[in-house]
């Protein structure tokens, strides 16, 4: 399939892509897609009916409000579509706050799309549907025997996370909050990630979508580890959102707080993104946990610790 035509509508399967070597093949992306350097040379098929320049709570309200109404966050450009040509579309069904819901690309795809692609739906909760998503893709691309391979690799690399952290003994418990104003703590992949990582999720249950918590529930569980990872921010932006955390009175009554082990994290870029670098965030996660005994070289670029953070 050398005349392959790929738009992807969600940054992790734009790196899915890209990582399985059909990079060159890409011709349209999604408006948040930015990884690997480059892809954002490519037109944006997509745009955000939400104002990302808003702050934690109104987005997090917008949101609420577009999925109440049964309406995408994201909404696809159909014209843009058919100027492309592609062969192969790919979305993603687990969450539609995270991509062009399916059922937008569908109607594009009938209304407009006069190439006839073939749209290839993701549907990742756990980390052993991220390694089907990667073979789903593959095989769509026409080489199955390429999933196999990153699978194998990518597996390989986790399995090796999880022996050096085992043979350390400790695990610490870990707040994962994947976003700060409300308080959503992060589940789906993310407590199988923490668990490779040598450590215990303060709450959450892997294959769950992400749910609301309160300062209560996390004074109440007092971990060790506070790790900041909003949906879609790097560090800089999470880092601007913490007031509304950061100085609630019991905010200091925390031991991770008093420890000095808070971290801010590029959530945007690792742990949100259900494809190749959660190998990476697994190893993010066991920097945190295992500070001075695990070293993967992640801190100042992927993390920083929140008492280092530019005020």
């Known amino acids: 399939m050398a005349d392959r035509r790929i738009v992807s509508l969600i ?29 954002e040379l490519l037109p944006a098929c997509s745009s955000s009916k939400v104002d990302p320049g808003a702050t934690s709570r109104r ?23 058919d100027r492309l040509a592609p062969t192969h579309i790919i979305t993603q069904t687990q969450c539609e706050v995270c991509a062009v819901s399916l059922s937008e690309v569908e109607r594009a795809v009938r209304e407009l799309v ?3 692609p073939r749209v290839v ?14 073979r789903t893709v593959a095989t769509a691309l026409g080489d199955a025997e390429r999933g196999h391979r990153l699978v194998g690799t990518l597996t390989a690399r986790l399995d090796a996370v999880r022996a050096r952290t085992e043979a350390l003994g400790k695990r610490p ?22 668990r ?3 450590g215990t999720s303060m709450i959450g249950e892997p294959g769950r979508h992400s749910g609301y918590f309160s300062m209560d529930e996390l004074v109440r569980h007092d ?28 905010w200091t009554r925390l031991s991770a707080v008093r420890a000095g082990r808070v971290y801010v994290t590029d959530g945007n870029h690792y742990f ?27 801190c100042g670029t992927a993390w920083v610790p929140w008492c280092d953070a530019p005020r």
């Open 59 to 81: 987005i997090d309200a917008e949101v609420r409000s577009l999925v109440a109404e049964a309406l995408s966050v994201y909404q696809v450009d159909p014209a843009l579509l």
């Open 114 to 116: 006069l190439s006839r």
């Open 272 to 298: 949100n993104r259900p494809g190749p670098r959660l190998v990476e965030s697994a190893e993010i996660l066991a920097e945190l946990l295992h500070p001075g005994a695990v070293d993967f070289g992640h």
């Open 173 to 194: 418990v870990i707040a994962c909050v994947e976003w700060i104003d409300p308080l959503m703590h992060a589940e789906n992949w993310i407590p199988e990630l923490v």
């Open 196 to 198: 490779i990582a040598g």
């Open 11 to 39: 940054a992790s399967a734009t790196e899915i892509v890209a990582a399985l070597g059909f990079e060159e093949q890409l011709v349209g992306r999604s408006h948040e897609c930015d990884f690997p350097p480059g892809v």
């Open 223 to 250: 971990p060790d580890v506070i790790a900041i990872m909003p949906c879609g921010f790097d560090i800089e932006r999470s880092r601007k959102e913490m007031p509304p955390l950061a100085t609630h009175p019991d």
């Open 121 to 134: 739906s993701l549907e990742p909760m756990h980390l052993g549907d991220v390694w089907r998503d990667i």
